[in-house]
Protein backbone atom coordinates (compact mmCIF):
# COMPACT_ATOMS: atom_id res chain seq x y z
CA UNK A 1 0.00 0.00 0.00
CA UNK A 2 2.08 2.98 -0.99
CA UNK A 3 0.77 6.38 0.93
CA UNK A 4 1.92 8.52 -2.25
CA UNK A 5 3.43 7.41 -5.29
CA UNK A 6 5.11 9.11 -7.93
CA UNK A 7 5.26 8.15 -11.66
CA UNK A 8 7.89 7.66 -13.27
CA UNK A 9 10.78 6.86 -11.08
CA UNK A 10 13.28 8.08 -13.65
CA UNK A 11 13.07 10.57 -16.37
CA UNK A 12 15.94 10.94 -19.16
CA UNK A 13 15.14 13.68 -21.07
CA UNK A 14 16.64 16.18 -23.82
CA UNK A 15 16.96 20.04 -23.41
CA UNK A 16 13.87 21.84 -25.16
CA UNK A 17 11.94 18.96 -24.00
CA UNK A 18 8.30 18.65 -22.23
CA UNK A 19 7.47 16.49 -19.78
CA UNK A 20 5.26 15.71 -17.18
CA UNK A 21 5.87 13.91 -13.52
CA UNK A 22 2.48 12.38 -11.87
CA UNK A 23 1.43 11.54 -8.01
CA UNK A 24 -1.08 10.32 -6.26
CA UNK A 25 -1.49 9.84 -2.80
CA UNK A 26 -4.15 7.43 -1.39
CA UNK A 27 -4.32 8.93 2.49
CA UNK A 28 -7.04 11.12 1.78
CA UNK A 29 -5.07 14.12 2.38
CA UNK A 30 -6.09 17.52 1.93
CA UNK A 31 -2.90 19.15 1.01
CA UNK A 32 0.01 18.13 -1.32
CA UNK A 33 3.41 19.36 -2.23
CA UNK A 34 5.91 19.59 -5.06
CA UNK A 35 9.79 19.88 -3.50
CA UNK A 36 13.03 19.71 -5.52
CA UNK A 37 16.35 18.23 -4.27
CA UNK A 38 19.09 19.15 -5.88
CA UNK A 39 22.90 17.74 -6.08
CA UNK A 40 23.65 18.57 -2.82
CA UNK A 41 20.78 17.31 -1.39
CA UNK A 42 19.23 20.63 -0.22
CA UNK A 43 14.95 20.32 -0.18
CA UNK A 44 13.10 23.34 -1.62
CA UNK A 45 9.11 23.49 -1.60
CA UNK A 46 7.83 24.55 -4.91
CA UNK A 47 4.29 24.58 -4.55
CA UNK A 48 1.42 23.64 -2.65
CA UNK A 49 -2.10 22.65 -3.19
CA UNK A 50 -5.14 22.43 -0.72
CA UNK A 51 -8.43 20.99 -1.48
CA UNK A 52 -7.08 21.63 -5.24
CA UNK A 53 -6.29 25.48 -4.79
CA UNK A 54 -2.58 26.40 -4.98
CA UNK A 55 -1.54 27.66 -1.65
CA UNK A 56 2.09 28.09 -2.36
CA UNK A 57 3.88 28.91 -5.61
CA UNK A 58 7.78 29.90 -4.76
CA UNK A 59 9.91 31.58 -7.06
CA UNK A 60 9.66 28.84 -10.02
CA UNK A 61 9.91 29.93 -13.42
CA UNK A 62 6.82 29.60 -15.36
CA UNK A 63 8.05 26.94 -17.17
CA UNK A 64 7.00 24.53 -14.30
CA UNK A 65 2.74 23.83 -13.82
CA UNK A 66 1.63 22.22 -11.47
CA UNK A 67 -1.77 20.68 -12.01
CA UNK A 68 -4.46 19.03 -9.77
CA UNK A 69 -7.55 17.32 -10.98
CA UNK A 70 -8.27 16.00 -7.69
CA UNK A 71 -7.74 16.12 -4.07
CA UNK A 72 -5.46 12.71 -4.65
CA UNK A 73 -3.47 13.80 -7.75
CA UNK A 74 -0.74 16.74 -7.99
CA UNK A 75 0.99 16.94 -11.54
CA UNK A 76 3.99 18.77 -12.16
CA UNK A 77 4.44 19.76 -16.00
CA UNK A 78 7.58 21.86 -16.47
CA UNK A 79 8.16 23.15 -20.60
CA UNK A 80 11.15 23.94 -22.64
CA UNK A 81 13.39 22.02 -20.25
CA UNK A 82 16.73 23.43 -18.95
CA UNK A 83 20.54 21.37 -17.92
CA UNK A 84 19.69 23.34 -14.71
CA UNK A 85 16.42 21.18 -14.32
CA UNK A 86 17.97 17.94 -13.51
CA UNK A 87 17.23 17.26 -9.82
CA UNK A 88 15.37 14.71 -7.63
CA UNK A 89 11.43 15.81 -7.54
CA UNK A 90 9.76 14.63 -4.39
CA UNK A 91 5.47 14.78 -4.43
CA UNK A 92 4.47 15.05 -0.67
CA UNK A 93 0.98 15.10 1.04
CA UNK A 94 -0.14 16.15 4.76
CA UNK A 95 -3.87 15.90 6.54
CA UNK A 96 -3.41 20.19 7.11
CA UNK A 97 -0.11 22.21 7.17
CA UNK A 98 2.13 19.77 8.23
CA UNK A 99 4.02 17.94 5.51
CA UNK A 100 3.98 14.08 6.60
CA UNK A 101 4.71 11.90 4.04
CA UNK A 102 6.66 11.97 0.68
CA UNK A 103 6.99 10.08 -2.06
CA UNK A 104 9.82 7.91 -3.20
CA UNK A 105 10.80 10.90 -5.87
CA UNK A 106 11.36 11.53 -9.57
CA UNK A 107 15.20 11.80 -10.72
CA UNK A 108 15.04 14.28 -13.58
CA UNK A 109 18.24 14.19 -15.72
CA UNK A 110 18.39 16.77 -18.88
CA UNK A 111 20.84 16.14 -21.23
CA UNK B 1 12.40 34.16 4.92
CA UNK B 2 13.49 31.57 7.53
CA UNK B 3 17.14 30.26 7.44
CA UNK B 4 17.10 26.95 8.55
CA UNK B 5 21.29 26.08 9.50
CA UNK B 6 22.45 22.12 9.93
CA UNK B 7 25.36 21.14 12.04
CA UNK B 8 27.32 19.24 11.01
CA UNK B 9 27.16 18.02 7.31
CA UNK B 10 28.58 14.70 7.79
CA UNK B 11 28.98 12.51 11.32
CA UNK B 12 30.67 9.30 12.02
CA UNK B 13 29.58 7.07 15.03
CA UNK B 14 30.66 3.65 16.28
CA UNK B 15 27.21 1.49 16.45
CA UNK B 16 26.13 1.78 19.94
CA UNK B 17 27.09 5.60 20.73
CA UNK B 18 25.14 8.75 20.45
CA UNK B 19 25.15 11.34 17.54
CA UNK B 20 23.85 14.45 17.92
CA UNK B 21 22.66 16.82 15.03
CA UNK B 22 22.00 20.30 15.44
CA UNK B 23 19.89 23.26 13.91
CA UNK B 24 19.45 26.66 14.08
CA UNK B 25 16.56 28.35 13.27
CA UNK B 26 15.86 32.63 11.87
CA UNK B 27 12.23 33.12 12.70
CA UNK B 28 10.99 33.50 16.06
CA UNK B 29 7.51 32.63 14.61
CA UNK B 30 8.00 29.71 13.94
CA UNK B 31 5.83 26.36 15.49
CA UNK B 32 7.14 23.78 14.48
CA UNK B 33 10.32 21.40 13.81
CA UNK B 34 10.05 18.14 12.03
CA UNK B 35 13.06 15.84 11.40
CA UNK B 36 12.80 13.95 8.55
CA UNK B 37 15.11 10.50 7.63
CA UNK B 38 16.07 10.00 4.16
CA UNK B 39 17.47 6.50 2.82
CA UNK B 40 19.85 6.63 -0.02
CA UNK B 41 17.15 6.65 -3.11
CA UNK B 42 14.02 7.16 -1.22
CA UNK B 43 11.90 9.93 -0.04
CA UNK B 44 12.38 12.08 3.17
CA UNK B 45 10.72 10.23 5.58
CA UNK B 46 9.59 11.94 8.80
CA UNK B 47 10.76 10.58 12.36
CA UNK B 48 10.13 12.86 14.99
CA UNK B 49 8.70 16.34 15.41
CA UNK B 50 8.51 18.76 17.62
CA UNK B 51 6.35 22.01 18.36
CA UNK B 52 7.03 25.26 20.12
CA UNK B 53 5.65 25.09 23.15
CA UNK B 54 7.12 21.74 23.95
CA UNK B 55 10.91 21.35 25.30
CA UNK B 56 11.88 17.99 24.64
CA UNK B 57 10.22 14.97 23.09
CA UNK B 58 11.40 11.36 23.22
CA UNK B 59 10.44 8.36 21.04
CA UNK B 60 12.28 5.49 21.62
CA UNK B 61 16.31 6.05 20.75
CA UNK B 62 15.29 9.17 19.54
CA UNK B 63 15.04 12.84 20.97
CA UNK B 64 14.37 16.05 19.99
CA UNK B 65 15.25 19.42 22.16
CA UNK B 66 13.95 22.72 21.61
CA UNK B 67 15.32 25.91 22.64
CA UNK B 68 13.12 28.99 21.83
CA UNK B 69 15.38 31.50 23.27
CA UNK B 70 18.29 30.64 21.94
CA UNK B 71 16.42 29.28 18.66
CA UNK B 72 17.97 25.64 18.36
CA UNK B 73 16.62 22.35 18.20
CA UNK B 74 18.64 19.21 18.15
CA UNK B 75 18.51 15.47 17.39
CA UNK B 76 19.66 13.03 19.41
CA UNK B 77 19.76 9.35 18.72
CA UNK B 78 20.80 7.01 21.32
CA UNK B 79 22.66 3.32 20.73
CA UNK B 80 22.73 3.95 17.21
CA UNK B 81 22.58 1.15 14.79
CA UNK B 82 24.25 0.35 11.19
CA UNK B 83 20.78 1.01 10.07
CA UNK B 84 20.51 4.59 11.37
CA UNK B 85 22.63 5.15 8.73
CA UNK B 86 21.13 8.19 6.30
CA UNK B 87 20.81 11.74 5.78
CA UNK B 88 18.99 13.46 8.24
CA UNK B 89 17.05 17.00 7.94
CA UNK B 90 16.06 19.31 10.00
CA UNK B 91 13.07 21.55 9.10
CA UNK B 92 10.77 24.32 10.61
CA UNK B 93 7.66 25.87 9.52
CA UNK B 94 7.08 30.05 9.94
CA UNK B 95 3.79 30.66 11.85
CA UNK B 96 1.70 30.93 9.40
CA UNK B 97 2.31 29.18 6.11
CA UNK B 98 2.75 25.20 4.78
CA UNK B 99 5.77 26.19 3.75
CA UNK B 100 8.49 24.13 5.38
CA UNK B 101 12.26 25.38 5.32
CA UNK B 102 15.03 22.51 5.43
CA UNK B 103 18.29 22.47 6.81
CA UNK B 104 20.82 21.00 4.22
CA UNK B 105 21.47 17.75 5.80
CA UNK B 106 23.49 15.63 7.84
CA UNK B 107 25.26 12.60 6.52
CA UNK B 108 25.35 9.81 9.26
CA UNK B 109 27.75 6.91 9.40
CA UNK B 110 27.27 3.75 12.24
CA UNK B 111 30.15 1.74 11.31
CA UNK B 112 29.90 -1.99 12.83
Known amino acids: DTAVSQTPKYLVTQMGNDKSIKCEQN?????MYWYKQDSKKFLKIMFS???????INETVPNRFSPKSPDKAHLNLHINSLELGDSAVYFC??????????FGPGTRLTVL | GENVEQHPSTLSVQEGDSAVIKCTYS??????FPWYKQELGKGPQLIID?????GEKKDQRIAVTLNKTAKHFSLHITETQPEDSAVYFC???????????FGKGTSLLVTP
Open chain 1, 92 to 101: ASSPGSLVRF
Open chain 1, 27 to 31: LGHDT
Open chain 1, 49 to 55: YNNKELI
Open chain 2, 27 to 32: DSASNY
Open chain 2, 50 to 54: IRSNV
Open chain 2, 91 to 101: AARPNSGYALN
